[in-house]
């Protein structure tokens, strides 16, 4: 039934000139369809990585230490302006390489080319969501900090109970904005072959020549997937609503 | 009516144009149609005569049509082959070239000009028409796309003949050169033969078209990078036991480069091609003109010489198989 309706349905496209026939071959839908699950791992395992790796950095980069907040400028600026794919490209093609050769001994590598995707778009998303975070706590009045100092407040617990609530709330669309950012840019990781949406697209249409078909699908896909985001942030934004506060 | 806002306007056309199905053309006016008429200059005297009244208003597209359509009325049959037109008229062939590494095309380092066989093919055809030349590099993910898109006029890219592509593109007939794929391995690796490679992860470069039969008929699980230098790397990066490409990219490697000491290839070649020039479909004149190039390449031997200048090793068996066809006819 399912596909009889299948079938139809790619008849029907190629009447209108579109090429969806990959669609009918199991071993290339199934290709395809694994395809967005990977991405959408890759997405939410990058959300989670990137927010807690902008989060430390952040804390870092307004701490009265200067070691901590020197060495968090420092890797801010190097991640920052330094391209992804760059980045990704040095990992994988080279760092991954030479930790590969350390380790013939020791058993192989274990790492995997997701591993490294993640770590490369966490890390450089990470430095973007630390400056959006900054702008957050430093917004904060120091009238108010010195009324939680002197409730005996320490400074650790002062970032953690007021500093960062009250910040998230005045960044949460400027962090919102990264996250939408960060779910296009999983699509880097085709360059080194984690089978994600893009990759499976090209190895189908490398093939088929139906580039602009599976370009459809593709913005179909993305569309939605940063439309679940956005809609997440706003639903946050409302929820985190503080009465008399900022608005 | 301005012809060179015309003609602007439609060569943006043509590029939107290909990057249509092919089906959705049927229901449109081939804008290379259109192009090329526009380069005839009598047939706009013609026009002026047949359409004075569009050609005086400010509807540009009606014009443009009009101008097309009567051009189109006045050349039929003359000229079926838009690419072979824009050579004659730009004196220039712009040629799709993979420059891969290695003596069948690369870089050179030291003055960074382009230079092993497929150059020298296409410095080639581009002497024998009498126009200049233009190279683009293409990659196998993109050079399709970069003919039909009119970006390169022909292909020299290490593209085999198939099927598949038999239905997009042209070709000339005669093969330059015969290649097929093989597989290079550490020394060390347990792989000796294609069948050792189930299940196994392999690299390759994105467009490749080895994909199909490893994984259909040796069941192994291919792994696509943007190119065969990434491909390489992953493999060097111990992140597929084998990296699948050309022979004729693979064997300089184990044969001649000492980075590549410690590794060995796998044969026989799989599914092995001819390579051959590749236009856009429909085509003729362009590709009947490169095809009397090639053959006169095989009825002097100079793929062979060419071969041997740019030590290319082993020496291919089949163009010496197609020099002994061509020497007698």
Same mark, same amino acid.
């Given at each position: 039934m399912?596909?009889q ?7 029907v496209l190629?009447?209108?000139?579109l090429?969806?026939? =990959?669609?009918?071959?199991a071993?290339?839908r199934?290709?395809f369809?694994?395809?967005l699950?990977v ?8 959300m989670?990585?990137?927010?807690l ?9 307004v701490?009265?230490q ?16 330094t ?11 080279? =760092?991954?390489m030479l930790?590969?050769?350390?380790? /013939?001994s020791?058993?192989?590598?274990p790492?995997?080319? =997701? ?6 778009i966490?890390?450089?998303k990470?430095?973007f ?8 706590l /430093? ?5 108010t ?21 009250l910040?998230?709330?005045f960044v ?16 880097i ?6 089978g ?21 699908l ?21 929820r985190?609503r503080m009465?008399?506060?900022? /608005? | 009516?301005?012809?060179r806002q ?5 060569s ?5 144009f ?9 229901f449109?006016v081939d ?8 380069f ?5 005297n013609?026009i002026q005569?047949?359409?004075p009244?569009?050609?005086?208003s400010?509807?540009f ?7 097309a359509a009567a051009?189109?009325l006045?050349?039929a ?5 838009a690419t072979w ?5 730009r004196?220039?062939?712009v040629v ?9 095309g ?5 003055t960074?000009?382009p ?12 002497r024998?028409l ?6 683009v590099?293409?990659q196998?993910s ?15 890219a290490?593209?085999?003949w198939?099927?598949?592509r038999?239905e ?11 290649v ?5 391995v ?7 033969? *294609?069948?050792d ?8 470069s994105?467009?490749?078209n ?15 990078f943007?190119?065969s ?5 992953a ?5 597929c036991?084998?990296a ?15 980075? *590549? ?11 092995p ?6 236009a ?32 290319i090793?082993?020496?291919s ?13």
């Amino acid at each position: 039934m399912q596909d009889q309706l299948l079938s139809h349905g790619v008849r029907v496209l190629k009447g209108l000139g579109l090429n969806y026939e =990959f669609l009918l071959a199991a071993s290339e839908r199934a290709a395809f369809l694994h395809g967005l699950v990977v991405t959408i791992e890759l997405s939410l395992a990058t959300m989670f990585c990137s927010l807690l790796i902008g989060a430390t950095l952040a804390a870092m980069l307004v701490s009265p230490q200067h070691w901590l907040s020197w060495s968090a400028r420092a890797f801010v600026e190097l991640t920052r302006n330094t391209p992804t794919l760059v980045q990704l490209y040095c990992a994988f093609l080279v =760092f991954n390489m030479l930790l590969t050769q350390a380790l /013939q001994s020791a058993g192989g590598n274990p790492l995997t080319p =997701f591993f490294w995707v993640v770590t490369v778009i966490s890390l450089h998303k990470g430095a973007f969501h630390a400056e959006s975070l900054r702008a957050g706590l /430093q917004a904060i009045p120091a009238v108010t900090l010195e009324a939680a100092a002197s409730l005996g407040f320490t400074r650790t617990k002062q970032l953690w109970l007021v500093q960062f609530p009250l910040a998230l709330r005045f960044v949460l669309p400027s962090l919102i904005n990264n996250l939408v950012d960060l779910v296009k840019m999983t699509t880097i990781a085709s360059a080194i072959a984690v089978g994600d949406i893009t990759y499976e697209s090209i190895m189908i249409w490398t093939q088929r020549d139906n580039v602009l078909e599976l370009m459809l699908l593709l913005l179909l896909f993305f569309g939605a997937l940063t439309y679940l985001v956005n809609l997440g942030g706003r639903w946050l934004e409302r929820r985190l609503r503080m009465p008399g506060y900022g /608005q | 009516m301005d012809m060179r806002q015309c003609r602007q306007h439609l060569s943006h056309m043509d590029m939107v144009f290909y990057s249509f199905p092919a089906s959705w053309r049927l229901f449109t006016v081939d804008p290379s149609a259109l192009k090329q008429s526009l380069f005839i200059e009598e047939n706009m005297n013609a026009i002026q005569s047949v359409a004075p009244s569009s050609l005086k208003s400010n509807n540009f597209l009606l014009a443009c049509a009009a101008a097309a359509a009567a051009a189109m009325l006045f050349s039929a049959g003359a000229h079926a082959d838009a690419t072979w037109d824009k050579i004659k008229q730009r004196h220039k062939i712009v040629v799709g070239v993979l420059l891969s590494g290695g003596p069948f095309g690369s870089i050179d380092p030291a003055t960074q000009k382009p230079n092993g066989w497929n150059v020298e093919l296409a410095e080639d055809i581009a002497r024998q028409l009498g126009v200049a030349l233009e190279l683009v590099q293409v990659q196998p993910s993109n050079r399709v796309q970069l003919l039909q898109q009119g970006k390169a006029d022909i292909l020299i890219a290490g593209m085999e003949w198939t099927p598949e592509r038999n239905e997009i593109l042209s070709f000339s007939p005669t093969p330059f050169y015969r290649v097929g794929g093989i597989a290079i391995v550490p020394q060390s690796s347990s792989i000796k033969r *294609w069948e050792d490679l189930r299940g196994k992860e392999v690299c390759l470069s994105q467009g490749s078209n080895y994909a199909k039969p490893l994984t259909a008929e040796y069941g192994a699980s291919v792994k696509g990078f943007k190119s065969s230098a990434e491909s390489l790397l992953a493999l060097r990066g111990n992140n597929c036991v084998a990296a699948v490409h050309d022979a004729i990219l693979l064997n300089p490697l184990v044969n001649g480069n000492p980075e *590549w000491q410690g590794y060995r290839t796998i044969s026989p070649e799989l599914i092995p091609g001819n390579s051959v020039v590749w236009a856009r479909k429909g085509e003729q004149d362009t590709v009947a003109a490169i095809d009397k190039i090639v053959q006169g390449w095989h009825k002097s031997g100079w793929l062979i010489a060419t071969e041997k200048k740019l030590n290319i090793s082993p020496a291919s068996p089949a163009l010496v198989e197609l020099h002994e066809k061509f020497k007698k006819s």
